[in-house]
């Protein structure tokens, strides 16, 4: 019998503190008048996180989980725990409690109600000013480019069978889960946390990686750096031009030119722009690349279902 819930769980070297991390979620959960179950999917972890998942399914028959072979990443996770979970709803949340269990009767009292996406808001973000102010660029630049503000959202949700439908039997390989869930329209209600500290470790997102993500998921969404690239070529050609005429004057007016330091700045600058424009449109035609070759997005080594 399908359960009413399943809670989506991505973990990644989270052994540490994963039992009794799972203790408070689930004990959140049995307040609610619902079936709950709870499908963990281990992102390719290289601790002992999957002799973990094998004594809590052990020890709770409503546990499932997958194994990754290898690390495909948070988006990967949350998309196979999506495909393989069997409730008619579900929430997607973190195992290290900054997504705080507590909310989840609510969250389920809000879907009763006939919404269909219930988002998990930050009051705050409980990350470092560098943190911030990068992540506060990200979303300022992507709803200027895409009309989608995400300021403030997290993964932590509960979809709608009809929403997790409709995520999963998406063709494109490289998806943005809180880009599309917001972009889709689907009746949504906001729920408000405060973000506490992680129970068990450390972020596992690098600066380097939050880097990348970011990047990846602007060109999921619009081609602004492509389009950028246009308004930088007219830039260089108005300042190429200024400089051209300047010198023309001064030929005419009998001045000495300045050498060849104008012209090598020139080129040097012609150059940096020729090469940056190489580089994000070869990124994009490495994404059509990744869509059309059509490998997975995991890889699944385990399945306790």
């Known amino acids: 019998m399908c359960p009413d819930v399943t809670v989506v ?68 996770a949350i998309e196979a725990g999506l495909a393989h979970a069997k409730g008619r709803a579900c929430i997607v949340m973190d195992s290290d409690l900054q997504h705080p269990p507590s909310l989840i009767p609510e969250m389920i009292r809000m879907w009763r109600e006939g919404y269909l996406v219930i988002d998990g808001v930050k009051r705050n973000r409980g990350d470092g000013w560098l943190r911030s102010l990068f992540s506060n660029g990200f979303y300022a630049l992507l709803r200027k480019t895409s009309g989608i503000d995400l300021k403030g959202r997290s993964d932590f949700k509960l979809l709608d069978r009809k929403v997790i439908d409709f995520y999963v039997n998406l063709r494109e390989r490289h998806k943005f889960f809180r880009g599309i869930i917001a972009w889709s329209g689907f009746s949504a209600k906001d729920v408000h946390f405060d973000v506490d500290p992680r129970s068990g470790g450390g972020s596992k997102w690098s ?99």
């Open 9 to 76: 769980i991505p973990v990644f070297n989270e052994a540490g503190a994963l039992a009794l991390n799972f203790a408070s979620i689930k004990a959140a959960c049995e307040s609610c008048d619902e079936s709950i179950s709870y499908l963990f999917v281990d992102d390719g972890s290289r601790d002992a996180t999957r002799e973990v998942l094998t004594q809590i399914r052990a020890s709770c028959e409503d546990v499932e989980y997958l194994s990754f072979t290898r690390n495909f990443g948070k988006e990967a």
């Open 207 to 305: 600066f380097v990686k939050l880097l990348r993500y970011a990047f990846v998921n602007i060109a999921s969404f619009t081609y602004m750096p492509m389009m950028a690239l246009g308004w930088v070529g007219l830039l260089t050609i108005v300042v190429s031009s200024a400089i051209g005429l300047i010198s023309l004057v001064r030929w005419f007016l009998g001045e000495a030119l300045p050498g060849f330091t104008t012209v090598i700045l020139l080129l040097a600058f012609i150059g940096g722009v020729l090469l940056l424009g190489m580089g994000v449109v070869a990124y994009y035609i490495s994404l059509m690349m990744d869509e059309t070759r059509d490998r997975p997005s995991y890889i699944v080594e385990i399945c306790e279902q």
